[in-house]
């Protein structure tokens, strides 16, 4: 678990404090992975950044991969004699787990992709803090780094993972895109869900999942004013991640890992492209889903694997079907006597 954690609007002005005592000395820099969308805005200049530290502005228009992670940490390596006293990451997701990568990939040898798995790390991380701009996939409390590798599509999941701060200011979330929002705001909805109706569910993972699906419901079946709805998603956010943390996903996220791996489809909004066929697995689930896009009035695209090859499909479903404890999750031990590769082939194709 995240050890430490600070809330509140405008805490992020409390960033210079809370790393100060782990600055080591004035040549051991801290790292600052931001999303190029604050590069030339106002969060630029508020970056609490002394002597040599480093502000590196990262794209999120890709998923993170592990080629990204060595290709960072060779390039800190290379600009410091120094190790780093630190890595902040700002953004959502995707600049999130940049960070966890970075801040593992700095104290472990070899490449990233070699820690793709569980519990595979030696060695602590950097210390490393993370600042979620955005809210919904948990990224700022789980304990894996969702990588896309040479071979695979996988988080490295270890006890090194989770940072060791986390700063939540809702106040950073003001100016993501309507769209985005929900995408990455059902991301945590369809985590509790997933974790509810799972057959892991226990008591830990239901106490976080149901109160992060009853925030989502407020949020986005409510009336709640802007900076309550900014301020409750961001809570919803972290307990759907405390949800999964001690259960698992289901069948809308090992079935977007699918359409990711073939079509490089987003994780927030490949969730929604599938979780809107899902009424046979999640009917209660689902109903709601719809409510909220319609309410939200959200358009998702369509005919997205219409031009797909019978090959394409076949290695999407086998990629859903490889994320074998998500299906047991879902579906119970004998998950494999209640799916086909065809039905799945038959959900895409709705897609
Ligand atoms: P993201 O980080 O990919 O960002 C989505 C878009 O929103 C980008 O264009 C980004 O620039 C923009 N954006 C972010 N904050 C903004 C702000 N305040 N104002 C304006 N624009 C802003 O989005 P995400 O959905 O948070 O993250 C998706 C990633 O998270 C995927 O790579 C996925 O694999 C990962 N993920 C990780 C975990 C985990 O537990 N580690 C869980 C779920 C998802
Ligand atoms: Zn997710």
């Not at 990588?147 to 100016?175: C, E, H, R, W």
Request: charged share 20%; hydrophobic share 40%.
């Amino acid at each position: 678990m995240v050890p430490r954690v600070v809330y509140g609007r405008g805490s992020f002005d409390q960033l210079a404090d809370i790393i100060l005592p782990n600055r080591r000395n004035s040549e051991a820099p801290f790292i600052f992975l931001v999303d190029d969308f604050f590069q030339g805005k106002e969060l630029e200049q508020r970056i609490p950044w002394l002597f040599n530290d480093q502000i590196i502005f990262i794209s999120a228009d890709e998923e993170p991969k592990t080629a990204q992670v060595d290709a960072l940490v060779q390039k800190i390596k290379n600009d410091f004699d120094e190790a780093p006293s630190g890595v902040v990451g700002i953004g959502g997701g995707t600049l999130l787990d940049l960070a966890k990568a970075v801040a593992i990939m700095l104290n472990n040898k070899g490449c990233a992709s070699q820690y793709q798995g569980w519990d595979l790390v030696g060695r602590p991380a950097v210390y490393h803090v993370g600042v979620p701009t955005i809210s919904g996939t948990g990224a700022e409390v789980s304990r894996t780094t969702v990588l896309l590798g040479p071979d695979k599509k996988l988080g490295i999941n270890s006890d090194y993972t989770p940072f060791d701060q986390v700063v939540l200011d809702p106040d950073l979330v003001a100016t993501v895109p309507k769209a985005q929002w929900f995408y990455t705001g059902m991301d945590c909805f369809i985590h509790c869900v997933e974790s509810l109706e799972g057959t892991y569910l226990n008591a830990f993972s239901q106490s976080y999942g149901e109160k992060a699906h009853d925030l989502c419901q407020e949020v986005f079946l409510g009336d709640l004013p802007q900076n309550k709805a900014e301020e409750k998603l961001m809570m919803a956010s972290w307990h759907g991640g405390m949800s999964i943390a001690y259960s698992q996903v289901g069948v809308a996220h090992a079935m977007s890992y699918g359409l990711s791996y073939v079509l490089g489809t987003k994780h927030g909004l490949g969730n929604c492209l599938v979780f809107q066929h899902l009424q046979e697995f999640y009917p209660r689930g689902v109903a709601l889903f719809l409510k909220m896009k319609e309410k939200h009035d959200i358009d998702f695209p369509h005919g997205l694997c219409k031009g797909l090859t019978a090959s394409e499909l076949e290695t999407m479903a086998q990629i859903a079907l490889s994320m074998e404890p998500l299906w047991e999750n879902a579906l119970g031990k004998n998950w494999k006597d209640r799916i086909t590769q065809d039905q799945l082939q038959q959900i895409y194709q709705k897609i």
